[in-house]
């Protein structure tokens, strides 16, 4: 059973940065592209940065320059550090599997870490 637990998500101000991790157990991360979901308030859910098995990266256009995906294989992780956040910002992340040619997701979904950046 595959299970990810997201965590690092908290409160901020504007300008400010956060790193958020995943953690998983029953999926090997290294074998599979993953990717950060953010759900904003009354939004549905979209992705904001993945990386493939090769390390190749890809960022919402909303998040380019400011935020940056990683992934350490050997402790089955991968993270995302968010720089200069902004309001638009806010939501809960949620980190998942996903296949790289259409970026949907595939895996269970964890109960994700709220991130609010205030103004």
């Known amino acids: 059973q595959v299970q990810l637990v997201e965590s690092g998500g908290g409160l901020v101000q504007a300008g400010g940065s956060l790193r958020l991790s995943c953690a998983g157990s029953g999926i090997i991360f290294r074998f599979n592209a993953m990717g950060w979901y953010r759900q904003a308030p009354g939004k549905q859910r979209e992705l904001v940065a993945a990386?493939?098995?090769?390390?190749?990266?890809n960022y919402a256009d909303s998040v380019k320059g400011r935020f940056t995906i990683s992934r350490d294989n050997a402790k089955n992780t991968v993270s995302l550090q968010m720089d200069s956040l902004k309001p638009d910002d806010t939501g809960v992340y949620y980190c998942n599997a996903l296949r790289w040619s259409t970026k949907a997701p595939f895996g269970s979904w964890g109960q994700g870490t709220q991130v609010t950046v205030s103004s």
């Open positions: 990386i493939d098995s090769s390390y190749i990266t």
